[in-house]
């Protein structure tokens, strides 16, 4: 059913679960994962000309690349093929063209579960690519601060 899956990634370590799952299933489906870092450089185009962009973006760069080989550690232990590329653009639209243009299958990614208020005023890569693509979303909680196992918070 799934030959290629795409897991972008963040760098951040709630990602990981979206990793894991990516890699769960393409070990089922006998697929490669596609893992991308996109580096957001609209993020910091309104720092003062005296900020060395050049920093920055080496900077970005390099968090990107430290992302990138997480996804292929944890991927070295399955038989699970890896790809990796890291993209400079917006990442909604970097990963829905990255999807289309690599005819991944799905897209596996982390959501931070806020709702409201926090959504709508920080918006969401997550609900971006969901609501552009034409390829399945798969969307993995990402593991709460609160609870190291990974487990989403309950109401008690």
């Given at each position: ?147 190291p196992d990974g ?6």
């Amino acid at each position: 059913m799934y030959d290629r899956i795409l897991v972008p990634t963040d760098g951040s370590t709630g990602v990981g679960r979206a990793v894991e799952h990516a890699i769960e299933l393409a070990t089922i489906h006998d697929a490669t994962v596609h893992a991308i870092y996109v580096v957001n450089s609209a993020t910091f185009a309104g720092l003062p000309m005296e900020a060395s962009w050049d920093g920055i973006s080496d900077v970005l760069r390099e968090e990107g690349e430290e992302a990138l080989e997480l996804v292929e550690e944890l991927a070295a232990r399955s038989t699970v093929p890896v790809e990796t590329r890291l993209i400079d653009g917006s990442p909604r639209r970097a990963i829905v063209e990255y999807a289309e243009g690599h005819d991944c299958d799905l897209i596996v990614m982390g959501t931070h579960g806020r709702g409201g208020i926090d959504r709508l005023l920080m918006g969401s890569v997550t609900e971006g690519v969901i609501r552009t693509s034409d390829r399945p979303v798969l969307t993995v909680r990402r593991a709460s601060t609160a609870d190291p196992d990974g487990e989403p918070d309950r109401d008690v």
